[in-house]
C-alpha cells in the first residue's frame, strides 16, 4: 500500500487531527457514507501484531492507521491492548464527537503479558448522542434516522505506533521544532539585543 | 493546475504538505532551478523583501487546513551590488542568520544546505527578535555534473518557534551586569583562533544542557550579526550571566575567602593573572584557559561556602570588573587594569561596611 496521497505530489502525507479521523473517517465508515479518499483500510487484526503493519495499514510519518472492528480490537497474534486509563474527549465547533483512548501493548498471554513500547489510539464514536454532555445533542447527522440499522459502535479507528521519542502527536507536533543546537544559538543571540552605553 | 480549485482545496483531508529536507532540494528546489512548472502551484516564489512574516501564512496556504509551517520560493537578492551578502529586510524589521548552516543529504550524497534566520522587528543593530523562524534551502552550488548554482533560488519554510526553553531573567541584570559582561568578554574573545571556537562551542553546548539546573551562568555566544560558520575565525564573543547586582555575597566572595589577604598584594595578583589570561587567550589558547574559565564557572555555581582554587579566585576580581567597569560612568577604556581597579573602588561599595572600611585603609 502507498501513502494513499494518490496523485499528490511529493511532501504530502498523511497527518490527520483527531477531529479529522472522527468527523471524516470514523463517522462515515460507521455511517456507510462513502469517504474520499478511502484511504484506511479495514483490518482484521488477530493475526497481525504491531510491528508488522507497514503495507497493511496507512502508514502517515511513523504511525499506521486502520479501521478494525469493535469486538476485535484488542487481541492480537502476540500479545494483547491494555487501556492505559486514559482517555480524551474529541471536539468538531466546540462538541463532543468522539474519544480517544490510550492503550499499551503487552506481549504474551492476559494477564501476564510483558508491556512493550507500542501505543495505540483508539477512536470511537460517542456511545449515545446527547448523553454526557447537552453540547453532545444535534451532533448525530439526521441521516442516521432513516438508518436505524447503523450501529455507531460497530467500528473503531486505530492508530498505532511505537513510542521510542516519548509523546507522539502526528503533525502538531511536527515542524515547529528546533533543534538543540538551534536553541543555542538563538539564546546566544540574545546578546545582539544589548546595546552598549555611549 | 492550482492547489485550489474554485476556492475547494485538492488536498484530500487528513493529508498536509509535510516535506522532507531532502523533497524540499531534490524535487522541489530542483525543478524550480530548472525552470520546470511545480505540482499543483503548491510553492509561491515570495519576496521576502515585500512580505512580512505573518503575511506569508495567508500568500502561503495549502489548502483549508491549519498549518504549522509555510513554504515557498525565493530568491536571493545581494545587499550590494558586488558583495555576496543577502538582503533580507522588510518593511518591519530583517531576517538573521543564526547558527550554522547544516548540510543535507540524500543518501549519502551532501545535496545542499539549510540555514537558520530570525525575524528581528526593527533595524540593526537594535532589532527585536521574533518568535519567527525561517529555514532556507539551497542546493550544493558545484554539482558533479557539471551543471552550475541555483540562479539564487532557494526553498523556504517559515514557523513560528514553540518559547519553552527560555529562561524567564530580569530586566536588571540584563540592563547592568549583562552590559559590562558582554563587553568586556567581547575583549576576552575578540582573537580566538579558529580551533578555539570549537571549544567554546563545546563549553557552550555543556553549558547549554544544564541551563534549567544553572540559570545563574549563561553564557552567551554570539557572531556580530552574521552566522558563525559564515565567520569563522572572526571574532566570537561570549558572555557569562553574572548575579545580579543586588546580591553582594558573590561580589565580595575574594575577601569573604580569605580576609588575611592585603589588598594591594591581592589586587597586583589578580591583575597578574588576568593580563597572562588575556595574554592567553591572544595567543592561541589551549586547554589550559578553558580549565580556567570552566573553574571560574564552577565556583559561581557552587556558591562561596568553599574558598574556590588559584585560578577561580583570580578570576574574581576579573568578574566584578565585568560588573562595575561597564556602569561605572566614564570609563569606556577597556584597559584590563583599570577594569580591576574598579572592581575594587566600587565592589565594595555594596558589600558590608566592614568591608568598605577594610578595603578603603588599604588602598590608601
Known sequence: ?198 | MSITVNGESRVPPGFRFHPTEEELLDYYLRKKVAGKKVDLDIMKDVDLNRLEPWDIQEKCRIGSAPQNDWYFFSHKDKKYPTGTRTNRATAAGFWKATGRDKAIYGGVKRIGMRKTLVFYCGRAPNGQKSDWIMHEYRLEESRDDGSHSSEGWVVCRVFKKKSHYRIPESSSSKNTSSVAGAAKTKEIFRSCSEGTLDQIIQFLSRSCKHENEFPIVNPILTDGGYAVTASRGASVESQAKLPPLENPSAISLPFDCSPHVGRSSYLQDSIHVLLSVDQGYNEGPEVNDWAALDRLVASHLNGQSSCPEQAAFSFCPTINGLLYGGCGGDSQEYNPADMNLWAFTRAPDSDSPSTSRRQSASVD
Request: hydrophobic share 35%.
Open chain 1, 1 to 198: 500500500m502507498g501513502n494513499g496521497a494518490g496523485d499528490l505530489p511529493p511532501g504530502f502525507r498523511f497527518f490527520p487531527s483527531d477531529e479529522e479521523l472522527v468527523v471524516h473517517f470514523l463517522h462515515r465508515k460507521a455511517a456507510h457514507l462513502p469517504c474520499y479518499p478511502d484511504v484506511i483500510p479495514s483490518l482484521d487484526p488477530r493475526h497481525y501484531d504491531p510491528w508488522d503493519l507497514n503495507g497493511k495499514a496507512l502508514p502517515g510519518g511513523n504511525q499506521w492507521y486502520f479501521f478494525t472492528r469493535r469486538a476485535l480490537s484488542r487481541v492480537w497474534a502476540s500479545g494483547y491492548w491494555m487501556p492505559t486509563g486514559v482517555e480524551k474527549p474529541v471536539t468538531s465547533a466546540g462538541r463532543n464527537v468522539g474519544i480517544k483512548k490510550y492503550l499499551a501493548f503487552y506481549a504474551g498471554q492476559a494477564p501476564v503479558g510483558i508491556k512493550t513500547n507500542w501505543v495505540m489510539h483508539e477512536y470511537h464514536l460517542l456511545d449515545c448522542p446527547g448523553g454526557t454532555s447537552a453540547d453532545d445533542s444535534g451532533w448525530r447527522p439526521s441521516k442516521t434516522s432513516g438508518h436505524p440499522e447503523v450501529d455507531f459502535n460497530e467500528w473503531v479507528l486505530g492508530r498505532v505506533y511505537e513510542s521510542d521519542f516519548g509523546s507522539q502527536s502526528s503533525f502538531y507536533d511536527d515542524g515547529t521544532e528546533l533543534s538543540c543546537l538551534d536553541e543555542m544559538f538563538l539564546s546566544l543571540d540574545d546578546l545582539d539585543e544589548i546595546s552598549l552605553p555611549k
